[in-house]
């Protein structure tokens, strides 16, 4: 089997409500679909990619120049193998999202061609994992929030992460003992700062999370993208485990944070690693050291997400998962993959993703 052509489509997919965080506020998820075509007509292998810039630095015409200029060239007309997988990741430096996108399209056809689901391309023996997924309450005013709360916890989700760090440590706590005495006692709830602050402000704001005593399980990358030495010596100051986001991109990230002592929770998402391929390296240091990690998106629609869910399953270190984007938008646009029954996340029956790609193309062309 080659390769005969790629072909890449700008799709939006509206929310149900803005999503807020300390970085950003999304209306639309702006998908980049990507279709890698074969000399069989009946096997393409579809890719996802999000313009994230404040997080990854890529944009719409970045992520496309990217394919255009770079995979088109490097992928037509070569043979499918796994060899593929590292030449998407030394091709060009960065792009994480555009390298993402070829790199799940890719999965998707050598798993289709092995006529097995992804997860078990991946790993032969995956075990019979059930996964949850959380679901984000964005920032809004804390009466906002609450009925935000509630609702998802009655839409049957038993962890909710809660953004902060847009406004002062004292309107962040406000919130969270608001939704703390609304919800049901035995709802977990964790934190994400998006790199909100520097490190005298999460000193003092992991301070007075602490003495709160609000049962947090977690709170996600408090500080910027390269702290990582401040962020292990977060970890050993303070009580409430910290979870690197923003700070885990690829395995020289994950030694440097392994270096520092930084290991409470890693979250691996595969716009940061670019695709599966480093994602799985990545979690192979977790494994040696015996760090426990999340799997995460962006604001991705079903397509990345299903492929962060195959990574999910097959990797033994990942016990949670945060794949709450797809249950914001409006209509769900993709046929297949990601199965969502309350909280709980499972795979479609299929080989690679299985997504109903056809179904996808036409939509999308249109």
């Known amino acids: 089997m080659f390769i005969t052509d790629i072909k890449y489509y700008r799709y939006g997919t509206p929310l149900k409500k803005p999503f807020k965080t300390a970085l950003r506020t999304v209306e639309v998820i702006e998908s980049i679909y990507v279709f890698i075509e074969t000399n069989y007509d ?12 404040v997080i990854t630095g890529d944009t719409k015409g970045g992520i496309e120049a990217a394919i255009e200029e770079v995979f088109k060239p490097l992928l037509i007309n070569k043979h499918l193998t796994v060899k593929l997988l590292d030449e998407v990741q030394q091709v060009i430096v960065g792009n994480t999202s555009a390298k993402a996108a070829i790199d799940i399209a890719l999965y998707d056809l050598l798993s289709q061609e092995a006529e097995l689901p992804l997860y078990k391309y991946i790993n032969h023996n995956p075990g019979n994992k059930k996964l949850e997924t959380c679901y984000t309450v964005s920032l809004n005013e804390a009466d906002e929030m609450v009925e935000d709360g509630l609702k998802y916890v009655d839409e049957g989700f038993n962890h909710l992460k809660i953004k902060v760090g847009k406004d002062n440590v004292e309107t962040d706590l406000s919130r969270l003992k608001a939704l703390r005495s609304s919800l049901p006692s035995d709802v977990i709830l964790s934190a994400d700062a998006n790199q909100a602050w520097d490190e005298k402000g999460a000193r003092h704001a992991l301070k007075h999370f602490d003495e709160a005593d609000l049962k947090i399980e977690s709170i ?53 690693t670019g695709g599966l391929h480093q994602a799985l390296k990545i979690h192979d240091i977790a494994q040696d050291e015996g760090i426990s990690c999340m799997v995460g998106c962006m604001m991705e629609t079903h397509v990345s997400v299903t492929a962060a869910l195959h990574f999910s399953l097959a990797a033994k270190q990942v016990s949670r998962v945060d794949f709450d984007a797809p249950l914001m938008v409006v209509e769900r646009q993709v046929e297949g993959g990601i199965v969502y029954e309350g909280a709980k996340v ?17 939509k999308v062309r249109t």
């Open 42 to 53: 009946d096997v393409i292998g579809v890719g996802e990619a999000v313009p994230t810039y």
């Open 220 to 272: 996600e990358q408090p500080v910027g993208r390269y702290e990582y030495t401040i962020l292990g010596a977060l970890t050993k100051q303070f009580n409430i485990p910290l979870m690197v986001d923003e700070s885990l991109f690829s395995t020289y990230d994950a030694r440097r944070l392994v270096e520092v002592g930084a290991n409470n929770l890693w979250n691996i998402k595969l716009m940061k």
């Open 346 to 362: 499972k795979a479609s029956e299929g080989f690679g993703l299985g997504i109903d790609r056809k179904s996808l193309y036409k």
